[in-house]
């Protein structure tokens, strides 16, 4: 008897090897005990919630105004940084636009709330209460807000199991932050997580920051996985690199499923097609224009476009749109000087005439004269640089915000 | 209290009320992959693997030992990513030699059942180990402080665990 439960169980074993993916003969199996565990766990999880929320919520309330208090502050510096960030993102979008970069997006996720592990040290995943009721599918990528956690790997009704990155039976593209060094993200059976791939020659940080690569097709490009721990030399010619995973994979309960990556090529937010030299005179340091440009800013009435013409004395100018075109060929001596604070990003120094010839060109982000950006929190020092040429009479300083 | 001889003629056999029999594996099951959320270090016992010898040793009977063995270590496979089979195998091994183990020996006294939780605890993981190398491919880590910790571990729980367990099981 013995001997024939244990061959037909390795009869089984060996047509699941030989046939991992296609049809899963074990399906059915596999369905009714997640059926019959799963509902339990549900249960037992919302009772755990719940009680933790009435807890929390009604009667633990100590130290809560003050929590709110430094919130709203974290907030209102939050504020401040998404505008200087959002200026950059508005760059990258320009540059990626001219060079038909096609980036993805994680256009949609689902929360879910991980309700159970697969109780053994050698299987690494977890369960989550959403299913195809819900429209997960498998291979999709399941993230936190502090790193990528892993992927589904078999949907039920209306639980999923995600495969934790930290199985060894787990694979990501994973890329280095700083060093661009690529390399693939394996667990080991002891539950830790290898950079593998990687040429011994390379020079890899310890302490570097870990992305998705989004070679996986799974992953989008640029999600945080973890930090390079530690760096050995392996086996053949590749290194050990050790990464601990950004997520807490031993701790989960909230989790978010990508439910939808769009892929589409960058659009730049503002009108007209831009061109390359346009981006390249953006980022040059100031230039001046042309003198007529100057002599039609000096004079009342419709300003030239691509023209900062500072209006009234100079703490109070206002700085419009620069042109590239404004800037191109023109000649004059320009001085950039540090910027600090940037909340005088545009500002002509000593000069109060309004002359248009110390027209800032260097970041759209300073010509649009963006008021959040000008109360940018980030003392910002730009390096000062002096450009000589033939103009005509000296130009006054403009100060910069650097981007 | 049941009395135990190491004679096989004399020794007591019991067994479960059906109830008993299908909700504590299924609890035991459930507990192993619920409880691992909450407290991390849970992976280091093996509930399912403590209920499979428990009953062996008590039915003592080894064809129960090895269906019962087989059926929780193929829900515990079922839970896994891992092919259906691995721990239903080691576990099928595990009931069987402790139900058979379980006539010949006096296994109602605290100490015989931390030795012999020992034991099949062993026993399973070299039978898990084997498998998953042998047949599945799976990379796997032998590493000796782990196991012992996790034998010895299992065992202190083996006792508790077996303790519940003479409160529910019935003389036949």
């Given at each position: 008897m013995l001997v024939g439960v244990l061959f037909a169980q390795v009869l089984g074993l060996a047509v699941q090897v030989k046939r991992?993916?296609?049809?899963?003969?074990?399906r059915l199996i596999r369905v009714w005990a997640v059926d019959v565990v799963t509902p339990l766990e549900k249960a037992l999880h919302w009772v755990q919630t719940s009680t933790s929320n009435v807890w929390h919520n009604y009667f633990y309330l100590r130290g809560v105004r003050a929590e709110n208090r430094n919130l709203k502050q974290q907030i209102e510096r939050m504020s401040l940084e998404q505008v200087r960030i959002s200026q950059d993102a508005d760059q990258a979008r320009r540059l990626q636009a001219l060079l038909a970069f096609k980036e993805q997006f994680i256009s949609r996720t689902m929360a879910a709330q991980v309700i159970g592990s697969s109780g053994s040290e050698l299987s690494r995943a977890v369960y989550i209460d959403k299913g195809e009721s819900d429209g997960i599918r498998p291979d999709m990528a399941v993230i936190t807000a502090d790193g990528i956690v892993g992927k589904v790997l078999r949907v039920y009704r209306s639980t999923s199991q995600v495969l934790l990155i930290?199985?060894?039976t787990s694979g990501v593209g994973a890329i280095l932050d700083k060093t661009r060094i690529q390399g693939i993200l394996r667990g080991t059976p002891a539950g830790e997580v290898v950079l593998e791939k990687v040429m011994s020659d390379e020079a890899v940080p310890a302490g570097e920051m870990v992305l998705t690569s989004g070679g996986d097709g799974i992953f989008p490009k640029g999600l945080l996985v973890g930090r390079v721990t530690k760096v050995a030399p392996g086996s053949e010619l590749f290194l050990n690199i050790r990464v601990r995973p950004a997520a807490d994979l031993s701790k989960l309960e909230e989790v978010l499923v990508v439910t939808k990556i769009d892929e589409r090529q960058a659009q730049p937010d503002r009108a007209g097609a831009a061109r390359a030299v346009d981006i390249l005179a953006e980022r040059l340091p100031t230039v001046p224009s042309k003198p007529e440009n100057a002599v039609k800013a000096d004079t009342p009435g419709p300003e030239t476009p691509g023209t900062v013409a500072p209006k009234g004395t100079g703490s109070d100018a206002k700085p419009k749109t620069a042109s590239p075109e404004a800037s191109a060929g023109s000649g004059a001596t320009a001085t950039r000087k540090t910027a600090s604070p940037p909340s005088s990003s545009v500002a002509p120094s000593g000069n109060s005439s309004g002359t248009s010839a110390g027209t800032s060109l260097a970041n759209p982000a300073t010509t649009t004269g963006t008021p959040a950006l000008k109360a940018s929190p980030k003392p910002v020092k730009a390096k000062a640089t002096t450009m000589t040429t033939d103009a005509p009479k000296p130009q006054p300083a403009v100060e910069d915000t650097p981007h | 209290m049941a009395v135990t001889y190491t004679s096989g003629e004399q020794v007591e056999v019991y067994r479960f009320s059906i109830p008993a029999t299908i909700l504590i594996p299924l609890t035991a099951v459930f507990l192993q992959a619920w409880l691992p959320l909450r407290f991390p270090f849970f992976t280091i016992f093996d509930l399912p693997l403590l209920v499979t010898i428990g009953f062996a040793t008590a039915r003592r009977s080894p064809l129960a030992g090895l269906l019962t063995g087989s059926v929780i270590g193929i829900l515990q496979d079922a839970l896994t990513h891992h092919p259906i089979g691995l721990y239903g195998i080691s576990k099928t091994v595990v009931g069987f030699g402790a139900s058979s183990l379980g006539i010949k020996l006096d296994v109602e006294h605290a100490g015989a059942r931390f030795l012999l939780t020992i034991v099949f605890y062993a026993v399973h993981e070299v039978v898990y180990f084997m498998i998953s190398r042998g047949l599945v491919g799976l990379r796997m880590a032998w590493t000796w402080p782990h196991e012992l910790l996790s034998g010895v571990a299992n065992a202190m729980l083996g006792v508790l665990v077996f303790m519940l367990l003479d409160r529910v099981k019935q003389r036949t």
């Amino acid at each position: 008897m013995l001997v024939g439960v244990l061959f037909a169980q390795v009869l089984g074993l060996a047509v699941q090897v030989k046939r991992p993916t296609d049809s899963e003969p074990t399906r059915l199996i596999r369905v009714w005990a997640v059926d019959v565990v799963t509902p339990l766990e549900k249960a037992l999880h919302w009772v755990q919630t719940s009680t933790s929320n009435v807890w929390h919520n009604y009667f633990y309330l100590r130290g809560v105004r003050a929590e709110n208090r430094n919130l709203k502050q974290q907030i209102e510096r939050m504020s401040l940084e998404q505008v200087r960030i959002s200026q950059d993102a508005d760059q990258a979008r320009r540059l990626q636009a001219l060079l038909a970069f096609k980036e993805q997006f994680i256009s949609r996720t689902m929360a879910a709330q991980v309700i159970g592990s697969s109780g053994s040290e050698l299987s690494r995943a977890v369960y989550i209460d959403k299913g195809e009721s819900d429209g997960i599918r498998p291979d999709m990528a399941v993230i936190t807000a502090d790193g990528i956690v892993g992927k589904v790997l078999r949907v039920y009704r209306s639980t999923s199991q995600v495969l934790l990155i930290d199985d060894q039976t787990s694979g990501v593209g994973a890329i280095l932050d700083k060093t661009r060094i690529q390399g693939i993200l394996r667990g080991t059976p002891a539950g830790e997580v290898v950079l593998e791939k990687v040429m011994s020659d390379e020079a890899v940080p310890a302490g570097e920051m870990v992305l998705t690569s989004g070679g996986d097709g799974i992953f989008p490009k640029g999600l945080l996985v973890g930090r390079v721990t530690k760096v050995a030399p392996g086996s053949e010619l590749f290194l050990n690199i050790r990464v601990r995973p950004a997520a807490d994979l031993s701790k989960l309960e909230e989790v978010l499923v990508v439910t939808k990556i769009d892929e589409r090529q960058a659009q730049p937010d503002r009108a007209g097609a831009a061109r390359a030299v346009d981006i390249l005179a953006e980022r040059l340091p100031t230039v001046p224009s042309k003198p007529e440009n100057a002599v039609k800013a000096d004079t009342p009435g419709p300003e030239t476009p691509g023209t900062v013409a500072p209006k009234g004395t100079g703490s109070d100018a206002k700085p419009k749109t620069a042109s590239p075109e404004a800037s191109a060929g023109s000649g004059a001596t320009a001085t950039r000087k540090t910027a600090s604070p940037p909340s005088s990003s545009v500002a002509p120094s000593g000069n109060s005439s309004g002359t248009s010839a110390g027209t800032s060109l260097a970041n759209p982000a300073t010509t649009t004269g963006t008021p959040a950006l000008k109360a940018s929190p980030k003392p910002v020092k730009a390096k000062a640089t002096t450009m000589t040429t033939d103009a005509p009479k000296p130009q006054p300083a403009v100060e910069d915000t650097p981007h | 209290m049941a009395v135990t001889y190491t004679s096989g003629e004399q020794v007591e056999v019991y067994r479960f009320s059906i109830p008993a029999t299908i909700l504590i594996p299924l609890t035991a099951v459930f507990l192993q992959a619920w409880l691992p959320l909450r407290f991390p270090f849970f992976t280091i016992f093996d509930l399912p693997l403590l209920v499979t010898i428990g009953f062996a040793t008590a039915r003592r009977s080894p064809l129960a030992g090895l269906l019962t063995g087989s059926v929780i270590g193929i829900l515990q496979d079922a839970l896994t990513h891992h092919p259906i089979g691995l721990y239903g195998i080691s576990k099928t091994v595990v009931g069987f030699g402790a139900s058979s183990l379980g006539i010949k020996l006096d296994v109602e006294h605290a100490g015989a059942r931390f030795l012999l939780t020992i034991v099949f605890y062993a026993v399973h993981e070299v039978v898990y180990f084997m498998i998953s190398r042998g047949l599945v491919g799976l990379r796997m880590a032998w590493t000796w402080p782990h196991e012992l910790l996790s034998g010895v571990a299992n065992a202190m729980l083996g006792v508790l665990v077996f303790m519940l367990l003479d409160r529910v099981k019935q003389r036949t």
